[in-house]
RNA sequence: GGCGCAUUCGUCUAGUGGCCUAGGACAUGGCCCUCUCACGGCUAAAACAGGGGUUCGACUCCCCUAUGCGCUACCA
C-alpha cells in the first residue's frame, strides 16, 4: 500500500528453516532449497533456522553434519539459528529432542488423537505381503485401536514394544494452499494411521518435522516436492495439536539430464565436489536460483545482492528442471572472467602448490599469465591444466606431427632461425619477441600463421596455447630456446 | 494399484485470453575479429505433448488421453 509498509532487510517476524538429513554430503537439490530459504529470509529480513534431523539413527553419519554445514558456508548461507551456534529454541538436533516428542506424543495419546501399536513390524510386513499378492494396499487395519485401557497398560508392564499411531480423522478433507502449486485437496481416508513414534522410542519425519516446525515458530516451509504429499499427514499433527499451519511452499524438482532422479550417474552432484573442481560459489548459487525461478525474460546474471533484491516465492514455477552441467559451466566461466585477478591468482596457486610449485615461482609468474588464461577457462581446475606448460617440462604427443601443416625442411628451417633470432634478443620484451618471429616468417616467406603454429607446437606442445608472444615471455628466453632445441632433436626422429 | 503434481526450442525459462510472425540465455551451425584456442560481435536453425470443448479469439480457461515425477515405510 504505502511506502511505510514495505519491509525489505528489516527484522520480520519470518522464519524459515533448513533440515537436511545428515545421510551425506549436500547435494544439488538441497543446496537449491537451503538457498530459497536463505533468499526469501534475507529479503523479508526473517530468520534462517538450520536444524538437523537425525531422527533414524541407523541412516545417520555424524560426520556428514559438517560436511554439509561446510558446503552452506562456502555458498554463503549462513544460520541465524543452528546446532553449532544455538538459539532461542535449542537444540536444533532432533536426536537430542527426543523427550520432547515424546511429551507432545503423550499429550495426543490422552487426547485420544494417538494410541498405542503393539503390531510388531514383522507382523505388518506380512499382511502387507498377503495383500500385495492379490494386488491390494495394505492400510493398517487399526486392530491395536479396539485395545482395552487395561490391555494397553498390561502390554507395557510386561514390555511389549510398542509404536504411537496417530488417530487419522474418517473421511476429511484436507486442504492446504500451496504458494507454488494451489490449492491442494487430499481426503483423509486414503492415509493410514501412520507411526509417529517409532518402538525405539524415537520420532517419525512426519511428527517431528511438525513438532519441531510448530516449536520453533517457522512461518514459512520451503522445501523440495518431493514433500507435497506427505504435507496432508504434516497437517494432520497441526490439527491434532490444535496449531495453525505455516505457509508451504513447495520447490520443483531437480531432475538429471535424462529427467531421471539426480543421481551420480549424471555426475557431481555434492556442492563439495563442485568446489573441489574449481567452480565458484557465485556462479553456483546464481545457477541454483534459475532452476526453478526467473526474475524477468532475459536476465540470467545475478549477484547475490541482485538475487536477494529480486527473489520472490511467487516467481518460482511448477516445472522439474534438469541440471544442465553446460551452462553452470558457463556461467561460472563468466564469474571467473568477471573476477580481479587476484582472486583467480590465490584460488590457482592453491591448486599449483598441492602440485609441487615452489610459492617464489608462483609468485613471479602468475600475475603475468593470469590475464592470458582468464578468458579461457571455465573453472579453475581448467586453468591448473591450461598453465601446466608453464611450470613443468613438456611431452610431446605422439602425433605432433600432425599439429603443423609445413614440410620437414620447412618446419626445420622454422625452428633454427627462431632459436638463433630469439637468442639474440637484448630486450625479452612481448613486442620484442612478435617483432623478431614476424620478420623471420616474412624472411622465409612463409605466413605467420603457418610459423606461429610451428612455433607453437614446439614450445607448448599443443595445438592450442595462450597467445605466443605473451606465452614465450613468460617462459622466458632460456626456457623457450631449450623447447626449440628439444623439439628440433625430436623432429629428426619423427620426419 | 491408490493419491498427488507436472508438461513452451536439446536444456533453463518469459508468457496469466488479443501485445506471440512465441522473447531471452546455455548448447549447436555460419560469419566477423584473430598467431591457435578462447573472449567479444553478428547471424541461423530450434518449442506451445495429443485430442476434445469454452470463446469473436487460446500457449494462456475446462475435460480426457499420453508421458514423466513424487508419496503411498517403525527413511527423510
Excluded at 70 to 94: C, H, M, N
Excluded at 357 to 374: D, T
Excluded at 402 to 411: L, N, Q, R, V
Aim: charged share 30%; hydrophobic share 40%.
Amino acid at each position: 500500500m504505502t511506502g511505510k509498509d514495505k519491509k525489505i532487510n528489516t527484522k520480520s517476524d519470518i522464519r524459515v528453516r533448513f533440515a537436511p538429513s545428515p545421510t551425506g554430503y549436500l547435494h544439488i537439490g538441497s543446496a537449491r532449497t537451503a538457498l530459497f530459504n536463505w533468499l526469501f529470509a534475507k529479503k523479508s529480513g526473517g530468520s534462517f533456522i538450520l536444524r538437523i534431523e537425525d531422527t533414524d539413527m541407523e541412516r545417520h553419519m555424524e560426520e556428514t553434519i559438517s560436511l554439509i554445514t561446510d558446503s552452506l558456508k562456502w555458498l554463503g548461507v549462513t544460520w541465524d539459528e543452528g546446532p553449532d551456534i544455538g538459539g532461542r529454541f535449542a537444540p536444533y538436533r532432533q536426536s537430542e529432542r527426543t523427550a520432547i516428542y515424546n511429551e507432545y506424543a503423550e499429550k495426543l495419546i490422552a487426547a485420544k488423537k494417538a494410541y498405542h501399536c503393539f503390531c510388531s513390524p514383522e507382523k505388518l510386513d506380512d499382511k502387507r505381503k498377503k495383500l500385495a499378492e492379490e494386488e491390494l494396499y495394505f492400510k493398517y487395519d487399526r486392530e491395536c485401536l479396539k485395545l482395552t485401557e487395561d490391555r494397553i497398560l498390561q502390554n507395557i508392564k510386561v514390555g511389549l514394544p510398542f509404536a504411537v499411531r496417530l488417530k487419522v480423522p474418517d473421511d476429511k478433507d484436507i486442504v492446504f494452499k500451496d504458494t507454488v502449486y494451489g490449492e491442494i485437496k487430499v481426503n483423509s481416508n486414503i492415509l493410514e494411521d501412520f507411526i509417529i513414534i517409532r518402538s525405539n522410542g524415537r520420532p517419525t519425519y512426519n511428527f517431528s518435522a511438525a513438532v519441531d516446525d510448530i516449536l520453533m515458530e517457522i512461518t514459512n516451509v520451503i522445501r523440495g516436492e518431493d514433500h507435497l504429499s506427505n504435507t496432508p499427514k504434516q497437517i494432520l499433527v497441526y490439527e491434532a495439536l490444535k496449531k495453525d499451519i505455516p505457509v508451504f511452499t513447495h520447490l520443483p524438482m531437480i531432475l538429471g539430464a535424462d529427467g531421471s532422479k539426480l543421481s551420480k550417474r549424471h555426475g557431481s552432484i555434492s556442492i563439495e565436489a563442485y568446489r573441489d573442481d574449481g567452480f565458484l560459489p557465485e556462479a553456483i548459487d546464481n545457477y541454483l536460483a534459475l532452476l526453478g525461478w526467473a526474475y524477468d525474460e532475459k536476465t540470467t546474471v545475478f549477484s547475490i545482492e541482485e538475487l536477494i533484491d529480486k527473489f520472490s516465492i511467487e516467481a518460482i514455477n511448477k516445472k522439474p528442471s534438469k541440471f544442465d552441467y553446460e551452462k553452470l559451466l558457463w556461467l561460472n566461466g563468466f564469474y571467473l572472467r568477471s573476477k580481479d585477478d587476484s582472486i583467480i591468482t590465490a584460488l590457482l596457486s592453491e591448486k599449483l602448490k598441492i602440485l609441487g610449485v615452489p610459492v617464489i615461482e608462483l609468485n613471479s609468474k602468475l600475475p603475468k599469465i593470469i590475464p592470458l588464461i582468464k578468458e579461457r577457462i571455465k573453472t579453475i581446475n581448467q586453468a591448473q591444466e591450461i598453465v601446466r606448460p608453464f611450470f613443468f617440462d613438456i611431452n610431446y604427443p605422439d602425433d605432433i606431427k600432425d599439429y603443423f601443416s609445413g614440410s620437414a625442411e620447412e618446419t626445420k628451417k622454422i625452428i633454427e632461425t627462431a632459436a638463433a633470432s630469439i637468442a639474440k634478443i637484448k630486450e625479452f620484451t612481448i613486442s620484442n619477441i612478435e617483432s623478431c618471429l614476424r620478420v623471420l616468417a616474412q624472411g622465409l616467406n612463409i605466413s605467420f600463421k603457418k610459423y606461429a603454429e610451428t612455433i607453437r607446437a614446439a614450445v607448448w606442445g599443443s595445438k592450442v596455447s595462450p597467445p605466443l608472444f605473451e606465452t614465450i615471455e613468460v617462459l622466458g628466453m632460456k626456457t623457450t630456446i631449450e623447447r626449440l632445441k628439444q623439439f628440433s632433436s625430436l623432429l629428426i626422429d619423427i620426419l
